[in-house]
């Protein structure tokens, strides 16, 4: 409302934070949080064996861990912040004003790490002999360097979905000790190191000789290390899940799914568990016969871990629907503490951007538009993801679209779609709004550019 | 009139004066990397074209190219601190602009990750490529001519901000890429890249144990100062240049004090470069002078950075305080209207505003004003997805009252937990009622579903 809009006709404005922020978690939870500390073991196996071997191929693990988190693992943390400020200025805005001193602590930690991670890298040739037990020092330090900084941006994540006493404090630490916070972490450090392990496997297949002892030595142990953390993330998840609240949960069918396919959402479960067994049997074929773990198989067991991940994110993220920062602000970006006047007064009277202030008879369309931009497109495209043409099809079937209904719809869109913001504007707005998405479905009025 | 941009209510973490003070620091320690990052990665392309003619070079630029590994990661990660702070100081002024040439913004993503990995690239590629000097070169010229246009992207941004006034006429990023201030301030923010990698030059071949091959470390400490030099000193024609481009409404007296300053004190260290070049070139290290170099170019740095947020402040001052206005006066007015208050007009009222059209005539069948319970709940929690004789979002009340007949408990039920019968049909959700009024919104749906049935012989039937 108080800014300029940005919108992506055809992605959709969520969809850009989506892939930044997952891109940027498996690189982090894979490559650092996890696979640091699996470096750190293989190295020091190698120094106690005295095998320059295994301390070459540990260097050379790290080495793609190097150029991936400082490249695209930076970058997408970077990416995070800047793409919601696109499209959530407000909410990222007001996080940021809450948890300042946890993002400052967060970033003095994460300066830390990026000189840890240089040093452990770029030193590895040089600190040998005498110095290699301090090498290795270096190396668990940056290991707990990296699990910090995803400690305090979990607390983050946690709060945007429970925030707890948060509402009533609005304090910082009220905001950071919020119920899922632990759940949500005891989680993630033990998904982190399971995956990691499953990039150990593929790693090994990529840098080893087939059939050699390194090789088999390596791919037993990523094995074995993933089938001992996998449980713990299996716990951490169950946790996790008996802390959100029983008003969240009941989106769980759709954050699963689609809001079409909530009926079939176990079928997405079923998958998960699926390729949770996927990583096990891959796991465990790598401890029992280690000659038989080949590229694909290796591949196959990081992509399952990945989907994981990614689709944990996309459900945790669908389930604060409707709020961005729960019982405070609504994802559509309008504060609930404000429905009250905006209700009354409407939405356009109050923004900056838009070309109109109030409905008329002229500009009912234009209004109608406006009014979708402001209050709808952060999550709704026209025609491209979650795009209203579809929607009005499936709803009401092929055009034309009776207005009206529309707009009787939308006033009690909240009651019917657990995940959707009650509608922030008046009634003559709603009514711009049924007006103009109807106007979707004419060939008069297409695209809401006649009258 | 338009209504002003918002300041967020929520208060900011500290004060204004610490932020900002802050905000310069950070902005500083971020910048220094940058410079060298981007001014080291050009002075390396440079000897590495050198290297063509004089091999010796290749090692040198191999040399530097190491630096820059360090520093284009620690630049990005300390460009984080500066980015909370502005954040938070600038909000509405900060993201007005990343939104108004959004698309160019967010590229900044992609665009330093490929820059980043081409540097990768190129760094170990260095043995494999020997051969292929050309396709070597060019990895890197990729490379940083990525890093020559993000600094416009960045600039751009910070530079629109400045002038909420020219907000509306912007259309995208090259619209405020054009604006007067931009392409001066590049050339600007260029020289200093490339001065402070000279003098980093001079400082990283002059260390103990620094030995090339075929290069005299004596000289290569020379060309540093002399690269230093010449482009501090194009920085009296590039400064100058941002100045008089400047829209003059942040101009102020405490500024030019700051830029005399920081000019003041440029003036030592550029003669003390030139007589580093004069230097005798037999003592070790990086000259005698070289410190009080680096010292009064820190000054220089720091009084410059001042200017800069002078301006930035003063350009801002008095829109920040419109934005901290609408603030209070939207909160005043959110709270009146939580309280049940009267709220005051906002406004004259357009000619020809609509009132709200009024809900009875809905053209989906009309229902009559609500004289039971049964029918407030369903105009309430219902009536969007359902009327009587057609189908709407779900099916028609016949429908439901034909496959209930005499069985509202089955309704209810329905209500509370719905399945799903049509894959035609959207999924109904759940609608938590209490028991009283479900029964009453079922016995309703059965008594106006059966009568539209009666008056419409034979049953409509769906297709």
Redesign the interface.
Known sequence: ??????HLAYFGDRT?IAV?AILHVLINHAFAVGFIPLVVVLERQAAARGDAAGDALAKRFMGVAF?LT???G???G??I???T??IN??A???L???F??A??TE?LV??SE??L??AYY?TWDQWTGPRKAAHIRLGWTLAAFSWITMAIIVAILGFMLTPGSWASE?G?FSGLLNPTYLPQLAFRTPLALAMAGCVGLALSVLFTERDSDLRHRTVRFCGLWTLVFLPFAAAGLVWWWASVPADLAQNLATALAT??A??QSYVVLWTLLGLAGIVVAVAALAVIAPRRIGLTLAVIALVATCLELGWFERTREFLRKPWSVPGYLYANRF?A??Y??LQ??GIL?????SPV??????N?LVAGRTVFDLACATCHTVDGLNGMRAILR????PPPW?A??I???????H????YMPPFPG???ER?ALGAWLAALGSPLTVAGKAP | MDPSPKDLPLPLPLSEPALTGLLVLFFILHIVFVNVTVGGGLIALGYQFRALREPAYDQLARSICRIITVTKSLAVVLGVGPLLCINLLYTVPFYSANLLTGAVWILIIPLVTAAFLLLYLHKFSWDRLAQHRGLHITILAAAMAILLFIPLIFLTNINLMLFPEKWRDIHGFFDALMLANVLPRWLHFMLASVSASGLLLAWWTSRPGFSIPGLATTDLRRQGYAIALATSGLQFIAGPLVLMTLPSVGLNLRLHLALILGIVFALPALYWMWREIDAPSALPGPGRRFWWIVASLGLTVLFMATARHLYRDEALALHQARFAIARDAYAERSALARAGGELPPLGPAEPGAVPPISQASSSAGAIAAPTDRGEAVFKLKCRACHVPSKRLVGPPLQEVARIYAGNPEGIAAWVLKPGRKRTEYPPMAPVKLPPDDLKAVAEYVLRVGGSATAAAAPPPVRP
């Not at chain 1, 409302?1 to 940005?6: C, I």
Request: proline residues 3%; glycine residues 4%.
């Open positions: 409302m108080d800014f300029p809009l940005f850009l930044i150029v400082t490249t695209i930076a970058l997408t970077v990416g912040w800047l793409s400020a696109l200025p407000e990222i805005g007001s940021l004003r809450v300042f001193w993002w400052f970033w994460f300066i990026v000189a991670i240089l770029l609005r910082l809001q079409q909530a009926a504060r503490e404000d009250p006047m009354r007064d009277a109050h923004a900056a951007w202030r109030q409905v008329t008879a002229g009912r499936t709803m009401y079937g009776d009206d209904a707009a009787a719809y939308i006033a009690t869109i009651d019917s779609r657990f008046n009634d003559t009514e």
